[in-house]
């Protein structure tokens, strides 16, 4: 199960709303999509920027973008 609710960004990063929190990851805008940097998803936005995103959590977001995007004209991909 997915629980993205929305994704926003700007041209050096997005920002991912998950299971209520927000988290920004830092990347590259394309001409058909973005390129997001996995090694950039560490903490929450506040008010959660004390909680460190654990590994699995991390995952768990990269899933819930790829599949949320994989049929859209903007792609996500993590490297």
């Given at each position: 199960m997915f629980y993205i609710l929305k994704i926003t960004g700007t041209s050096s990063s997005i920002y991912i709303e998950f299971e209520g929190k927000i988290v920004k990851i830092s990347g590259e805008l394309l001409v058909n999509g973005f390129v997001a940097y996995v090694d950039s998803i560490k903490n929450w936005e506040p008010p959660y920027?004390?909680?460190?995103?654990?590994?699995?959590?991390k995952e768990r977001i990269i899933s819930a973008v790829?599949?949320?995007?994989?049929?859209?004209?903007f792609k996500i991909e993590f490297e």
């Open positions: 920027e004390n909680m460190e995103i654990s590994e699995e959590i790829i599949h949320q995007t994989k049929n859209s004209d």
